[in-house]
């Protein structure tokens, strides 16, 4: 069975700043890969996704990530944050098929003036 | 294009009365559909999910309930509730047989008290 580890519960860094959130999961094959934000009292929305070719993918508001199968990471970046930007953020892992997708616990991110 | 309407946004009821929260998802036929559950400060827990009529597979044992009386819509039901089925519940549907993306409600947040 798949999993996702999010090693960070709660992030803050400062607006303008650069910031990177680690997602590591586990899974035999080469999974489908997803990044949630989640405003305070709000459904998820999803940033971006990766299901194969390019290991780098853009996603909305500035986000990319890079899934690089050695690490079996899929770490989530933005080059300047905004403090709009302050959300929880949620990792999945999925395959193919009917299998719900499989969440890490989420790292929070704040951000400070 | 696809959307997904969930209600109440809000609910406050007794520790014993019973629940009653609706999803519907238009645009889109034969989805799958799924309640997730989070507590506060907590993860998304997966509480049930429905690949079809009649095909609903419970994640949590717990006093909660799940329905689909119809092919896009998903209901969350308890008979008596209880003061730890306080959270913020969020519906959600993916395409049968795809990459398990979900598409997500705005949820509804629930106080027992």
């Known amino acids: 069975a798949q999993s996702v580890t999010q090693p960070d519960i709660h992030i803050t860094v400062s607006e303008g700043a650069s910031l990177e959130l680690r997602c590591n999961y586990s899974y035999g094959a080469t999974p489908y890969l997803f990044w949630y934000v989640q405003s305070p009292g709000q459904g998820l929305q999803l940033l971006l996704k990766?299901?194969?070719?390019?290991?780098l993918v853009q996603g909305i508001k500035g986000f990319e990530a890079e899934f690089k199968r050695s690490q079996s990471s899929f770490n989530l970046r933005k080059p300047s944050v905004h403090w709009s930007d302050a959300a929880e953020y949620f990792c999945?892992?999925?395959?193919?098929?009917?299998?719900?997708?499989?969440f890490g616990k989420g790292t929070r991110l704040s951000v400070i003036a | 294009s696809q959307t997904i309407h969930q209600w109440p946004a809000t609910l406050v009821q007794p520790v014993g009365s019973p629940l009653s929260l609706e999803c519907t998802v238009e645009g889109t036929s034969n989805p799958n559909l799924y309640w997730y559950r989070q507590a506060a400060g907590r993860g998304l827990q997966l509480l049930f999910y429905?690949?079809?009529?009649?095909?609903i597979s419970s994640e949590v044992p717990q006093n909660l309930s799940a329905s689909r009386p119809q092919d896009r819509q998903f209901i969350l039901s308890s008979k008596k509730l209880l003061l730890s089925d306080s959270g913020f519940y969020l519906c959600a549907w993916s395409v049968a047989g795809g990459t398990g993306e979900l598409f997500f409600g705005e949820g509804s947040r629930l106080t027992v008290l």
């Open positions: 990766y299901f194969s070719g390019d290991t």
């Open positions: 429905s690949i079809g009529i009649d095909q």
């Open positions: 999945a892992v999925g395959t193919s098929g009917n299998t719900p997708l499989v």
